[in-house]
């Protein structure tokens, strides 16, 4: 609890937050961090120092949580060890996630958590998007690392994509697709340095 908040005060999240984070939120959260850390032990969840960055997993997944647009379902690209999606499931376990992940390690993690934190609206696929969930439809993309944040909204934008989420640090590229609006931006600072971003682009009307 105490790493939650010093983490989400560090950020200047704490107070963008309407309200506090509920005890059940920071048990999720904390949970997920404590059975990470396990897994980590034995499997290659992330790379080395990503998962020592704990501070910046928690104010990438509030500031998300703060940006998503609860009507429709996110998708997290690329998800690894969880961060953001799951971790976001843990804040809103009423919203419809699907995590997107080629390794058969890390998705067995993210469904490990997921059925012991109770997120029954969490899905993990197992693969690489575009190729994956093709059934979906009116969903918004999100992804932290997957490709450079040049090519990231070029990779998000499909026929059945409703809106695509942004995650930037110092390097902000300019938008290259005229037909989204910008619809909503959440600035914060990242606990272990540099200011970041995070962008909600929706499909014009």
């Not at 005060?9 to 506090?20: A, K």
């Not at 390690?105 to 993210?110: D, Q, S, T, Y």
Request: proline share 6%.
């Amino acid at each position: 609890m105490n790493q939650l908040m010093s983490a989400l005060e560090r950020s200047g999240l704490y107070e963008q937050l309407t309200n506090d984070l509920t005890e059940e939120q920071s048990r999720r959260l904390s949970e997920f961090l404590e059975l990470r850390a396990q897994w980590s032990h034995t499997h290659n969840l992330s790379g080395p120092r990503a998962l020592t960055l704990l501070s910046t997993d928690i104010a990438d997944a509030v500031a998300v949580w703060l940006c998503t647009n609860m009507s429709r379902p996110l998708v997290d690209i690329g998800s690894g060890s969880g961060v953001p999606g799951l971790m976001v499931a843990c804040l809103a376990p009423e919203l419809q996630i699907h995590l997107v992940e080629p390794l058969a390690k890390r998705c067995a993690f993210m469904k490990t958590v997921a059925h012991k934190l109770g997120l029954k609206s969490v899905k993990v696929h197992r693969g690489k998007w575009p190729n994956i969930g093709k059934e979906l439809d009116g969903v918004i993309p999100i992804s932290r690392a997957v490709v450079s944040p040049e090519e990231w909204p070029l990779l998000a934008d499909q026929p059945r994509v409703f809106g695509v989420m942004q995650m930037l640090a110092h390097h902000r590229p300019q938008w290259p697709l005229d037909h989204y609006d910008l619809v909503q931006s959440v600035n914060y600072i990242d606990p272990e340095g540099g200011s970041r971003v995070v962008h909600r682009w929706e499909k014009s009307l």
